[in-house]
């Protein structure tokens, strides 16, 4: 069966109130469901605490949208990984392109971070992707076979198991254009291979999330292209009713 997770990333917004609110809805509407993947939600890190508690026995889990890689000390405004493991976080994104380009996080860094992860148990979703500038250009695959070959270093077969990848193509975040099914199975397929060239074989199993206007209009098609396990969604998952839709569509595609 194929492997799906649905992923929200809910960057800067919402507060304890509106993610009190969202979690209960969602426990509601999911709790009698008998899911056949994982559905995700990533909460901005002061949100994470009442989040888990709503959700802790149900069917959605929770993850956090950054991590620091030391363990603890001076690092003034910084999460570690053991912080979001002890408060009940399962997953962390890494390496949004919000956070390359606003907070110039660099590949080393997003690799360190994982890294960190990994040795706690969580599983980090690496994110990739090209900006419109480089797709124009016809550097799709030298941006993203580069962020693989830097941000991915090091892991081993079994860290592979846990490491989720999101193509995310940085045109395609926040702006409404979503990539063709072409273009997203066609970089999917190539992440895919290009990861089994250099990795292995583990590349079959690896979850390779789509994320990029991922809406309730489009889900059901872009989660059923052949190389996309599921999707790091923004906005969508800021309503319940379009988060749960994508929810709907990714159980209609494995039912089916
Ligand atoms: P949107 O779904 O709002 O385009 O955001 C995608 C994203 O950046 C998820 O990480």
Not at 90 to 110: K, L
Not at 167 to 185: F, H
Request: with cysteine.
């Amino acid at each position: 069966m194929k492997k799906i997770l649905i992923a929200g990333n809910w960057k800067m917004n919402t507060n304890v109130e509106s993610s009190t609110e969202f979690c209960l809805n969602v426990l509601e509407i999911t709790k009698n469901m008998d899911l056949k993947f994982t559905v995700l939600i990533c909460p901005p890190f002061v949100n994470l605490g009442n989040c888990i508690s709503i959700l802790k026995d149900s069917n959605v889990t929770v993850g956090a949208q950054n991590c620091w890689y030391e363990e603890k000390g001076a690092f003034t405004g910084e999460i570690s990984v053991d912080m979001l493991k002890s408060v009940g976080c399962t997953y962390c994104i890494v390496g949004h392109s919000e956070r390359r380009t606003i907070f110039g996080e660099s590949d080393e860094i997003i690799n360190k971070k994982a890294k960190a992860l990994l040795k706690s148990g969580l599983k980090p979703i690496i994110c990739i992707g090209e900006t419109l500038e480089e797709r124009n250009s016809g550097n799709t695959y030298k941006v993203l076979f580069h962020q693989l070959d830097n941000s991915f270093v090091g892991f081993s077969e079994e860290d592979w198991k846990n490491v989720v990848i999101a193509y995310e193509p940085v045109w395609a975040i926040g702006t409404g254009v979503t990539a063709t099914p072409e273009q997203a199975q066609e970089a999917h397929h190539n992440i895919r291979k290009y990861v089994a060239e250099k990795y292995g074989d583990i590349a079959s199993q690896s979850l390779i999330l789509y994320g990029g206007s991922m809406n309730e209009k489009n889900a059901l098609e872009l989660l059923n292209l052949d190389d996309v396990n599921g999707g790091l969604i923004g906005g969508a998952s800021l309503k319940v009713d379009s988060f749960v839709s994508i929810i709907n569509s990714a159980e209609q595609i494995l039912n089916s």
